[in-house]
């Protein structure tokens, strides 16, 4: 009885997540739908502008007009591109960070003496083993989990171990998605000196590209790592705890 309890409260912990998930793809990325055609309008208001202005003591040479319009137009690309790229870099560590929050929500549960102290992975995990005999870095999703969990470190410090240990598993993450792309249509692999770049400020969109794709997997891997929890919860019983189980920790 008490596993198909906590079965149900786990399952009810993905709320946040499917929220933040339909959200984000509905409302808030969108906003940043087609740049290149938004800039392009943005060289044209500007030139109309311009030209339309009443002539002065001087003649406007509208050649120049347009030279300035087509820079007034990148500068716009670009600063909304980064913006862009920033959110998406942003998303991707809170989400990561929600996950962790949601997990630990479920120690607040009058069933138990003792919630967990702190919200990181790590803690959270043990936890689950300790309390509820659950190894969760045996569910099927933990390998994304795991990989959101050094996302969200490269995202807020920039070089460090997780970096370093990211590169190894997803290169991808620190060439721009741009570039990758022109290299796959020439027949080339992604450059290794693109993916050994030293990071520098992924906070503000650069070195550093989470996908619209890649989030929205790990939203999606997200929701399923909370079913398997639960279903784990089912099959168990949860009558008590389960020593003896692969300490498979990490830390963040």
């Not at 906590?6 to 997540?17: F, M």
Request: charged share 25%; aromatic share 10%.
């Amino acid at each position: 009885m008490n596993g198909s309890y906590l079965a149900s409260r786990v399952r009810h912990l993905r709320g946040p997540i499917i929220a933040f998930r339909e959200y984000l793809f509905q409302n808030v990325l969108p906003a940043f739908a087609d740049l290149n055609a938004r800039a392009e309008q943005v060289a044209h208001e500007y030139y109309n502008r311009i030209g339309a202005q009443p002539a002065g003591e001087y003649e406007i040479d509208m050649a120049d007009v347009a030279e300035d319009a087509q820079q007034c137009s990148y500068d716009w690309w670009q600063m909304m591109t980064s913006l862009r790229q920033t959110m998406l870099n942003l998303t991707a560590a809170g989400l990561f960070h929600l996950i962790e929050q949601q997990l630990a929500t479920l120690s607040l549960d009058g069933l138990f003496e003792e919630p967990v102290q702190d919200t990181k992975l790590g803690v959270v995990q043990r936890w689950y083993r300790d309390q509820l005999g659950v190894d969760v870095a045996a569910m099927p999703s933990w390998g994304t989990i795991d990989e959101m969990r050094l996302v969200a470190n490269t995202v807020k410090h920039g070089e460090g171990g997780s970096a370093e240990s990211l590169r190894a598993l997803r290169p991808d993450l620190f060439a721009d998605p741009m570039y990758a792309e022109f290299l796959r249509q020439d027949g080339l692999g992604l450059d290794e000196r693109v993916s050994r770049a030293r990071l520098t400020a992924p906070l503000s969109g650069e070195d550093f590209f989470v996908t619209e794709e890649i989030l929205r997997g790990y939203a999606e891997r997200a929701e399923a790592f909370f079913g398997e929890i639960a279903a784990e919860l089912v099959r168990r019983g949860w009558d008590r705890p389960v020593t003896g189980l692969a300490d498979h920790s990490v830390t963040i």
